[in-house]
């Protein structure tokens, strides 16, 4: 099975840069996505690594490191906006030929002015 | 918008009852996969559809069916209903080789009261 863990809340300040960490234990790993949810929204994808390393998105950035079972995202310039619950999500084996993402609890991300 | 439509946006029903939530993944998606959020339990995957076979299965109770119709629609059939199941139910579609980018419908908040 899949198991992930990240902060259930951060708070920062307008113009500032937030890291939302992320660990997880899988079998059979593929790769760590994040999505954002604003409250009563849907989730909506923000990244996905597959590779160790960067990769950055405009204001945003994701990076992982296999070895580590470590991701995070960073957002930079942070705005008002950006309030919202992030979830990171590992892509891993579920059996039978088949994959299934799961998904974290959640950061629910606070921005102040 | 991403292209994914859930229908009803909301459902109150009684306990016991039975209820059938709909979804139209976006033009070309292949696979439908369906998800509950509650606050207490985060987003849970439950079963996934691919081109109208089942691909996976998540943490789905035997209380609930799905199926994906040749027109790629699917159905998420929620039959018993308890208090518990109240909840948002989300929709999401995604290409042939793109699990990790999933495009989630607006959700059907159902109220089981």
């Known amino acids: 099975g899949q198991s992930l863990e990240q902060p259930s809340e951060v708070t920062a300040v307008e113009g500032a840069i937030v890291q939302i960490n992320c660990t997880y234990q899988?079998?059979?790993?593929?790769?760590l996505s994040w999505y954002q949810q604003h409250d009563g929204g849907a989730p909506t994808f923000l990244s996905y690594?597959?590779?160790?390393g960067l990769e950055e998105t405009g204001r945003f950035s994701s990076f992982l490191s296999r070895s580590d079972s470590y991701g995070y995202l960073l957002l930079q310039e942070l705005q008002m906006k950006d309030s919202a619950s992030y979830f990171c999500?590992?892509?891993?084996?579920?059996?039978?030929?088949?994959?299934?993402?799961?998904f974290g609890k959640g950061t629910k991300l606070s921005v102040i002015p | 918008d991403s292209g994914v439509t859930q229908t009803p946006k909301h459902l109150i029903t009684a306990t016991g009852q039975r209820v059938t939530l709909r979804c139209s993944p976006r033009?070309?998606?292949?696979?439908v996969y369906w998800y509950q959020q509650s606050l207490d339990q985060g987003l849970q995957f439950l079963i996934q559809?691919?081109?109208?076979?089942?691909?996976a299965k998540g943490n789905i109770l035997e209380r609930f069916s799905a199926q994906q119709f040749p027109d790629l629609h699917s159905e998420l059939n929620l039959s018993s209903l308890e208090l518990g199941d109240s909840a948002l139910y989300f929709c999401?579609?995604?290409?042939?080789?793109?699990?990790?980018?999933?495009?989630f419908g607006p959700g059907t908040r159902l109220l089981v009261l």
């Open positions: 999401a579609s995604s290409g042939e080789d793109s699990q990790e980018t999933q495009y």
């Open positions: 899988t079998s059979g790993f593929y790769g």
């Open positions: 690594n597959a590779l160790d």
């Open positions: 999500a590992v892509r891993g084996y579920s059996g039978a030929g088949s994959y299934q993402l799961t």
């Open positions: 033009s070309g998606d292949l696979s």
């Open positions: 559809y691919y081109n109208g076979e089942e691909r």
